[in-house]
Every structure is written in structure tokens, then in C-alpha cells.
């Protein structure tokens, strides 16, 4: 699936299932709310956290999943290409970082 078929499956299901996107405002906010909960799993999961009885069913996949989800909402609310924006941020990181990270000794192993 591209980006771009993506957001034409989300679009679909919200027009099918949604009724009408949220608010941009709203949908901003539900999206901090699911990085919430990525950045939950992945402290327990990756970090010093543990989890609680009732977190130990949490999928990462599912959430970033919904990461994605409400960010393609954003995007198809406010007009955004995320195929076109991608490219064009990887050619900016490309340009700027292109060089930098294979010489920042804290990166090599040399460094740990």
C-alpha cells in the first residue's frame, strides 16, 4: 500500500464509518493522545517502566497504527500529499544531514 492509498483508505472508511473527520484541533489532540500511548508501551516495553496487569495486552503495532491513522486524517483534512511531503523531507534531510551523523563519533561504535 503507498501513502497515497492510504490516504484514500482512510478517507473512504471516514466518509463510510465517521460520519465527518474530527476537527483539525480535535484530531490534533487525539494524535497526542496516541503517542501517549506509544511512548507508554515503549517505556515499559524498551525502558525502566513495568508494566501494569492490565498493560501487559497492549500492542505496539496496534498503536502506532493509530498514530498513523490519525495523522493521515490531519493530513487529508488540510490538503497534504504525504507522498510528495516524504520525499520532499527526505531530500531536505539529505541535504542538510547527509554528511553530519557519519561523522558524529557519539554514533560509532567506537563511542560506547
Excluded: P
Excluded at 13 to 41: D, P
Amino acid at each position: 500500500m503507498t501513502l497515497k492509498d492510504a490516504q484514500k483508505q482512510v478517507d473512504d472508511w471516514i466518509r463510510k464509518y465517521g460520519v465527518r473527520y474530527f476537527s483539525e484541533l480535535t484530531n490534533m489532540a487525539i494524535l497526542a493522545e496516541e503517542i501517549g500511548e506509544v511512548a507508554r508501551i515503549v517505556a515499559r516495553r524498551y525502558g525502566e517502566q513495568s508494566f501494569k496487569k492490565n498493560e501487559k495486552n497492549k500492542k505496539l503495532d496496534d498503536e502506532l497504527a493509530d498514530v498513523l491513522f490519525v495523522l493521515i486524517c490531519l493530513a487529508n483534512q488540510t490538503g497534504i500529499d504525504l507522498e510528495k511531503a516524504l520525499v520532499s523531507n527526505l531530500k531536505k534531510k539529505t541535504d542538510r544531514d547527509g554528511k553530519r551523523h557519519k561523522r558524529n563519533a557519539k554514533l560509532t561504535d567506537k563511542y560506547f
